[in-house]
């Protein structure tokens, strides 16, 4: 399980720091979007912080996953960004669905893998 662990959050964090790094320094060409995802897509640019935010945190988060500091926090932060790529892609681009499928299930696994660190969150005082 220990390895299984590593290995995931080692690919989740590589990923992370990938897209998140090529959006900032423009690395690769933007994918060409079509139908309601380039709507989509339209009104998230249009916002002018709510890319910028979620991918600072897919940066954060990804240094995280990579250096294996402070992961029971990254896994937090990370999992509403995790959801939006999921469902995101479930409803606008179906193709896309299995790195999205990847993405979160990996976080999951990581926050099972971590358990003992979120029990407290869940206790009513």
Known sequence: MKIATIIIRTMLGLLFLYTSISFFFHLSPEPASSGDFK?????????TYLIPLAKTIELLCGLSFVTGKFTTLANLVIFPVTVNILLINYFLTP??????????????????SHWENYKSLFKAD
């Open 39 to 47: 709507a989509f897509q339209a009104g998230l640019v249009v916002s």
């Open 95 to 112: 193709e896309n669905l299995p790195i999205a499928l990847f993405v979160f299930l990996g976080n999951i696994f990581l926050i099972i």
